[in-house]
């Protein structure tokens, strides 16, 4: 339905849940069923929040509102956050595209009243778990823990490629430079060839129109590689909440 509003074919939408849901990241997050549960609301609430602004309304300002609620209250702040960041995006490439900008109040009030709303139905999950987070140790994490699963960029290619450093029979000294000492926090980034292909032939049939989104991959491959560039430091010097 999200790749259907995008612009998408229907076999082409088709093809795109295919791969999100077949996914390695995607399938990696069964063993934390929360994250799982957030990432799988991710496309219901960026189609929410892109019909409450593009549409208006308060029926589609409360269906967004409800489709965040309930990503919430799955449990998983990490995929909340993302969901936001990644349809604020959306939010000014569709405002970039928009002839008469001169009433962007008008046009963001269904999506903070559906984020109002998010936050009244969720508050018995999130306003409990904002007092215990702020008195325990994980508010106030060092950045070394915080980057401990940073993405080396030698890992970058199992996005595409069907194997894992891990699994591979390497000395200790590689093992350390690469997953620095630690199992991997997903099992699995694996999307394939056939994908990478797909992404390119989008952009090359209309490069202009996919800028934001490829402005969403670049941002997300750089915080994924935490400390191995200072994207990630600048990232949470700007917006604090993202630590």
Same mark, same amino acid.
């Given at each position: 339905?999200? #790749?259907?509003?995008? &612009?998408?074919?229907?076999?082409?939408?088709?093809?795109?849940?295919?791969?999100?849901?077949?996914?390695?990241?995607?399938?990696?997050?069964?063993?934390?069923?929360?994250? =799982?549960?957030?990432?799988?609301?991710?496309?219901?609430?960026?189609?929410?929040?892109?019909?409450?602004?593009?549409? &208006?309304?308060?029926?589609?300002?409360?269906?967004?509102?409800?489709?965040?609620?309930?990503?919430?209250?799955?449990?998983?702040?990490?995929?909340?956050?993302?969901?936001?960041?990644?349809?604020?995006?959306?939010?000014?490439?569709?405002?970039?595209?928009?002839?008469?900008?001169?009433?962007?109040?008008?046009?963001?009030?269904?999506?903070?009243? &559906?984020?109002?709303?998010?936050?009244?139905?969720?508050?018995?999950?999130?306003?409990?778990?904002?007092?215990?987070?702020?008195?325990?140790?994980?508010?106030?994490?060092?950045?070394?823990?915080?980057?401990?699963?940073?993405?080396?960029?030698?890992?970058?290619?199992?996005?595409?490629?069907?194997?894992?450093?891990?699994?591979?029979?390497?000395?200790?000294?590689?093992?350390?430079?690469?997953?620095?000492?630690?199992?991997?926090?997903?099992?699995?980034?694996? #999307?394939?060839?056939?994908?990478?292909?797909?992404?390119?032939?989008?952009? %090359?049939?209309?490069?202009?129109?996919?800028?934001?989104? =490829?402005?969403?991959?670049?941002?997300?491959?750089?915080? %994924?590689?935490?400390?191995?560039?200072?994207?990630?430091?600048?990232?949470?010097?700007?917006?604090?909440?993202?630590?």
């Amino acid at each position: 339905a999200l #790749c259907l509003r995008q &612009g998408a074919s229907q076999s082409g939408a088709l093809t795109a849940a295919a791969v999100w849901m077949a996914s390695g990241p995607f399938l990696s997050l069964a063993s934390t069923w929360h994250h =799982m549960a957030g990432a799988a609301w991710i496309p219901w609430v960026v189609l929410a929040g892109q019909a409450a602004f593009e549409g &208006g309304g308060a029926r589609r300002a409360a269906l967004f509102g409800i489709a965040l609620a309930l990503q919430i209250l799955a449990g998983s702040a990490d995929m909340v956050a993302m969901t936001l960041v990644v349809l604020a995006v959306l939010v000014l490439a569709s405002f970039e595209r928009r002839s008469n900008r001169h009433r962007p109040i008008g046009w963001l009030l269904p999506l903070a009243g &559906g984020l109002g709303l998010a936050l009244a139905l969720s508050a018995v999950l999130w306003l409990p778990t904002l007092e215990m987070a702020r008195a325990s140790a994980r508010w106030g994490l060092a950045e070394g823990d915080r980057t401990v699963w940073s993405l080396h960029p030698l890992m970058l290619p199992e996005i595409v490629l069907p194997f894992s450093w891990n699994r591979l029979p390497l000395t200790r000294g590689w093992l350390m430079r690469v997953l620095e000492g630690r199992e991997p926090w997903l099992h699995s980034f694996y #999307c394939g060839i056939p994908v990478l292909a797909l992404v390119a032939a989008a952009i %090359a049939v209309a490069p202009r129109r996919r800028a934001w989104e =490829m402005a969403i991959l670049a941002g997300a491959i750089l915080v %994924a590689l935490g400390h191995f560039t200072p994207f990630y430091r600048v990232l949470v010097f700007l917006v604090p909440p993202l630590r």
